[in-house]
């Protein structure tokens, strides 16, 4: 778990730090091939009347590939964007194939051969409860576990607002101030100790560190462990 979340720390480092957008999604990709994914696109949700093919920000497809793609189901019946505006949280390609709604529609057969084959994953990017767009990480055999779909949803939400501030010269938010005690649960959390683990070498007791913990979670806005950490980690709150 610790080298997963030094791999974000890393990558989140150099898209904070990238001069430009190739820079951005260079790095995105080469986080992502950590977990078994060898293709990205970025796009963002298709202007009204657009097809998929004007909304693509980053592909490393070739752009016969994304054309193909463009001929599936229009903005308003894509598998895709249909599910993304109704959930924040990343999906599998597999996991939209699997549901009865979308099983009488032939929009997989747009699909790109890697994912048909393999499986790709969908992390949303919402600005509040807008759909914005959203990242396509396609792999043969790639890792979808729930740590490594909270690693690429914060690295893509890092590499949007990167982007964005690349393009329109937008300050960072302030981050929320944790407390010492806040980052130093955060951080031994990060490297891979329980709560036992964490209240022996603080001397505190392991109820005094899910105190803390939940305490960072409401700082920081979000509803998991895992989150706290990739946010803490991607505001540069801790290090690993």
Known sequence: MSEHYRSLAEAL??????????GVW???????????????MAAEVPPTGKGLLDAVIYSDWRRQVIAEMAGSPDRTQHPFICF???????????????????????WT????????????L??????????????????????????VRAILQVASHAAVDRVDA???????????????REIQCLTYIA????????????????????????SAKAKLGVSSRVQAVTKALRARMITV
């Open 191 to 214: 490297a891979g100790h329980e709560d036992e683990e964490i209240s022996r070498i603080l001397g505190i007791s392991p109820r005094t560190v899910r105190f803390h913990v939940d």
């Open 166 to 180: 690349l393009k329109n010269r937008v300050a960072p938010a302030a981050a929320p101030a944790l407390s010492a």
């Open 13 to 22: 480092a150099r898209i904070s730090a990238a001069p430009t957008a190739a």
């Open 84 to 106: 993304a505006a109704s959930s924040h949280a990343p999906f599998t390609v597999g996991e939209l194939r699997a549901l009865d709604i979308f099983r009488d529609t032939d």
């Open 26 to 40: 260079t790095t995105l990709k080469e986080l992502g091939a950590n977990f078994g994914y060898t293709y990205l």
């Open 109 to 120: 057969l747009y699909l790109p051969s890697n994912i048909l084959e393999g499986d790709g």
């Open 122 to 147: 969908i992390v949303p990017v919402h600005r509040g409860s807008e759909l914005m767009g959203g990242m396509v990480f396609g792999g043969d055999r790639p890792d979808a576990t729930p740590l």
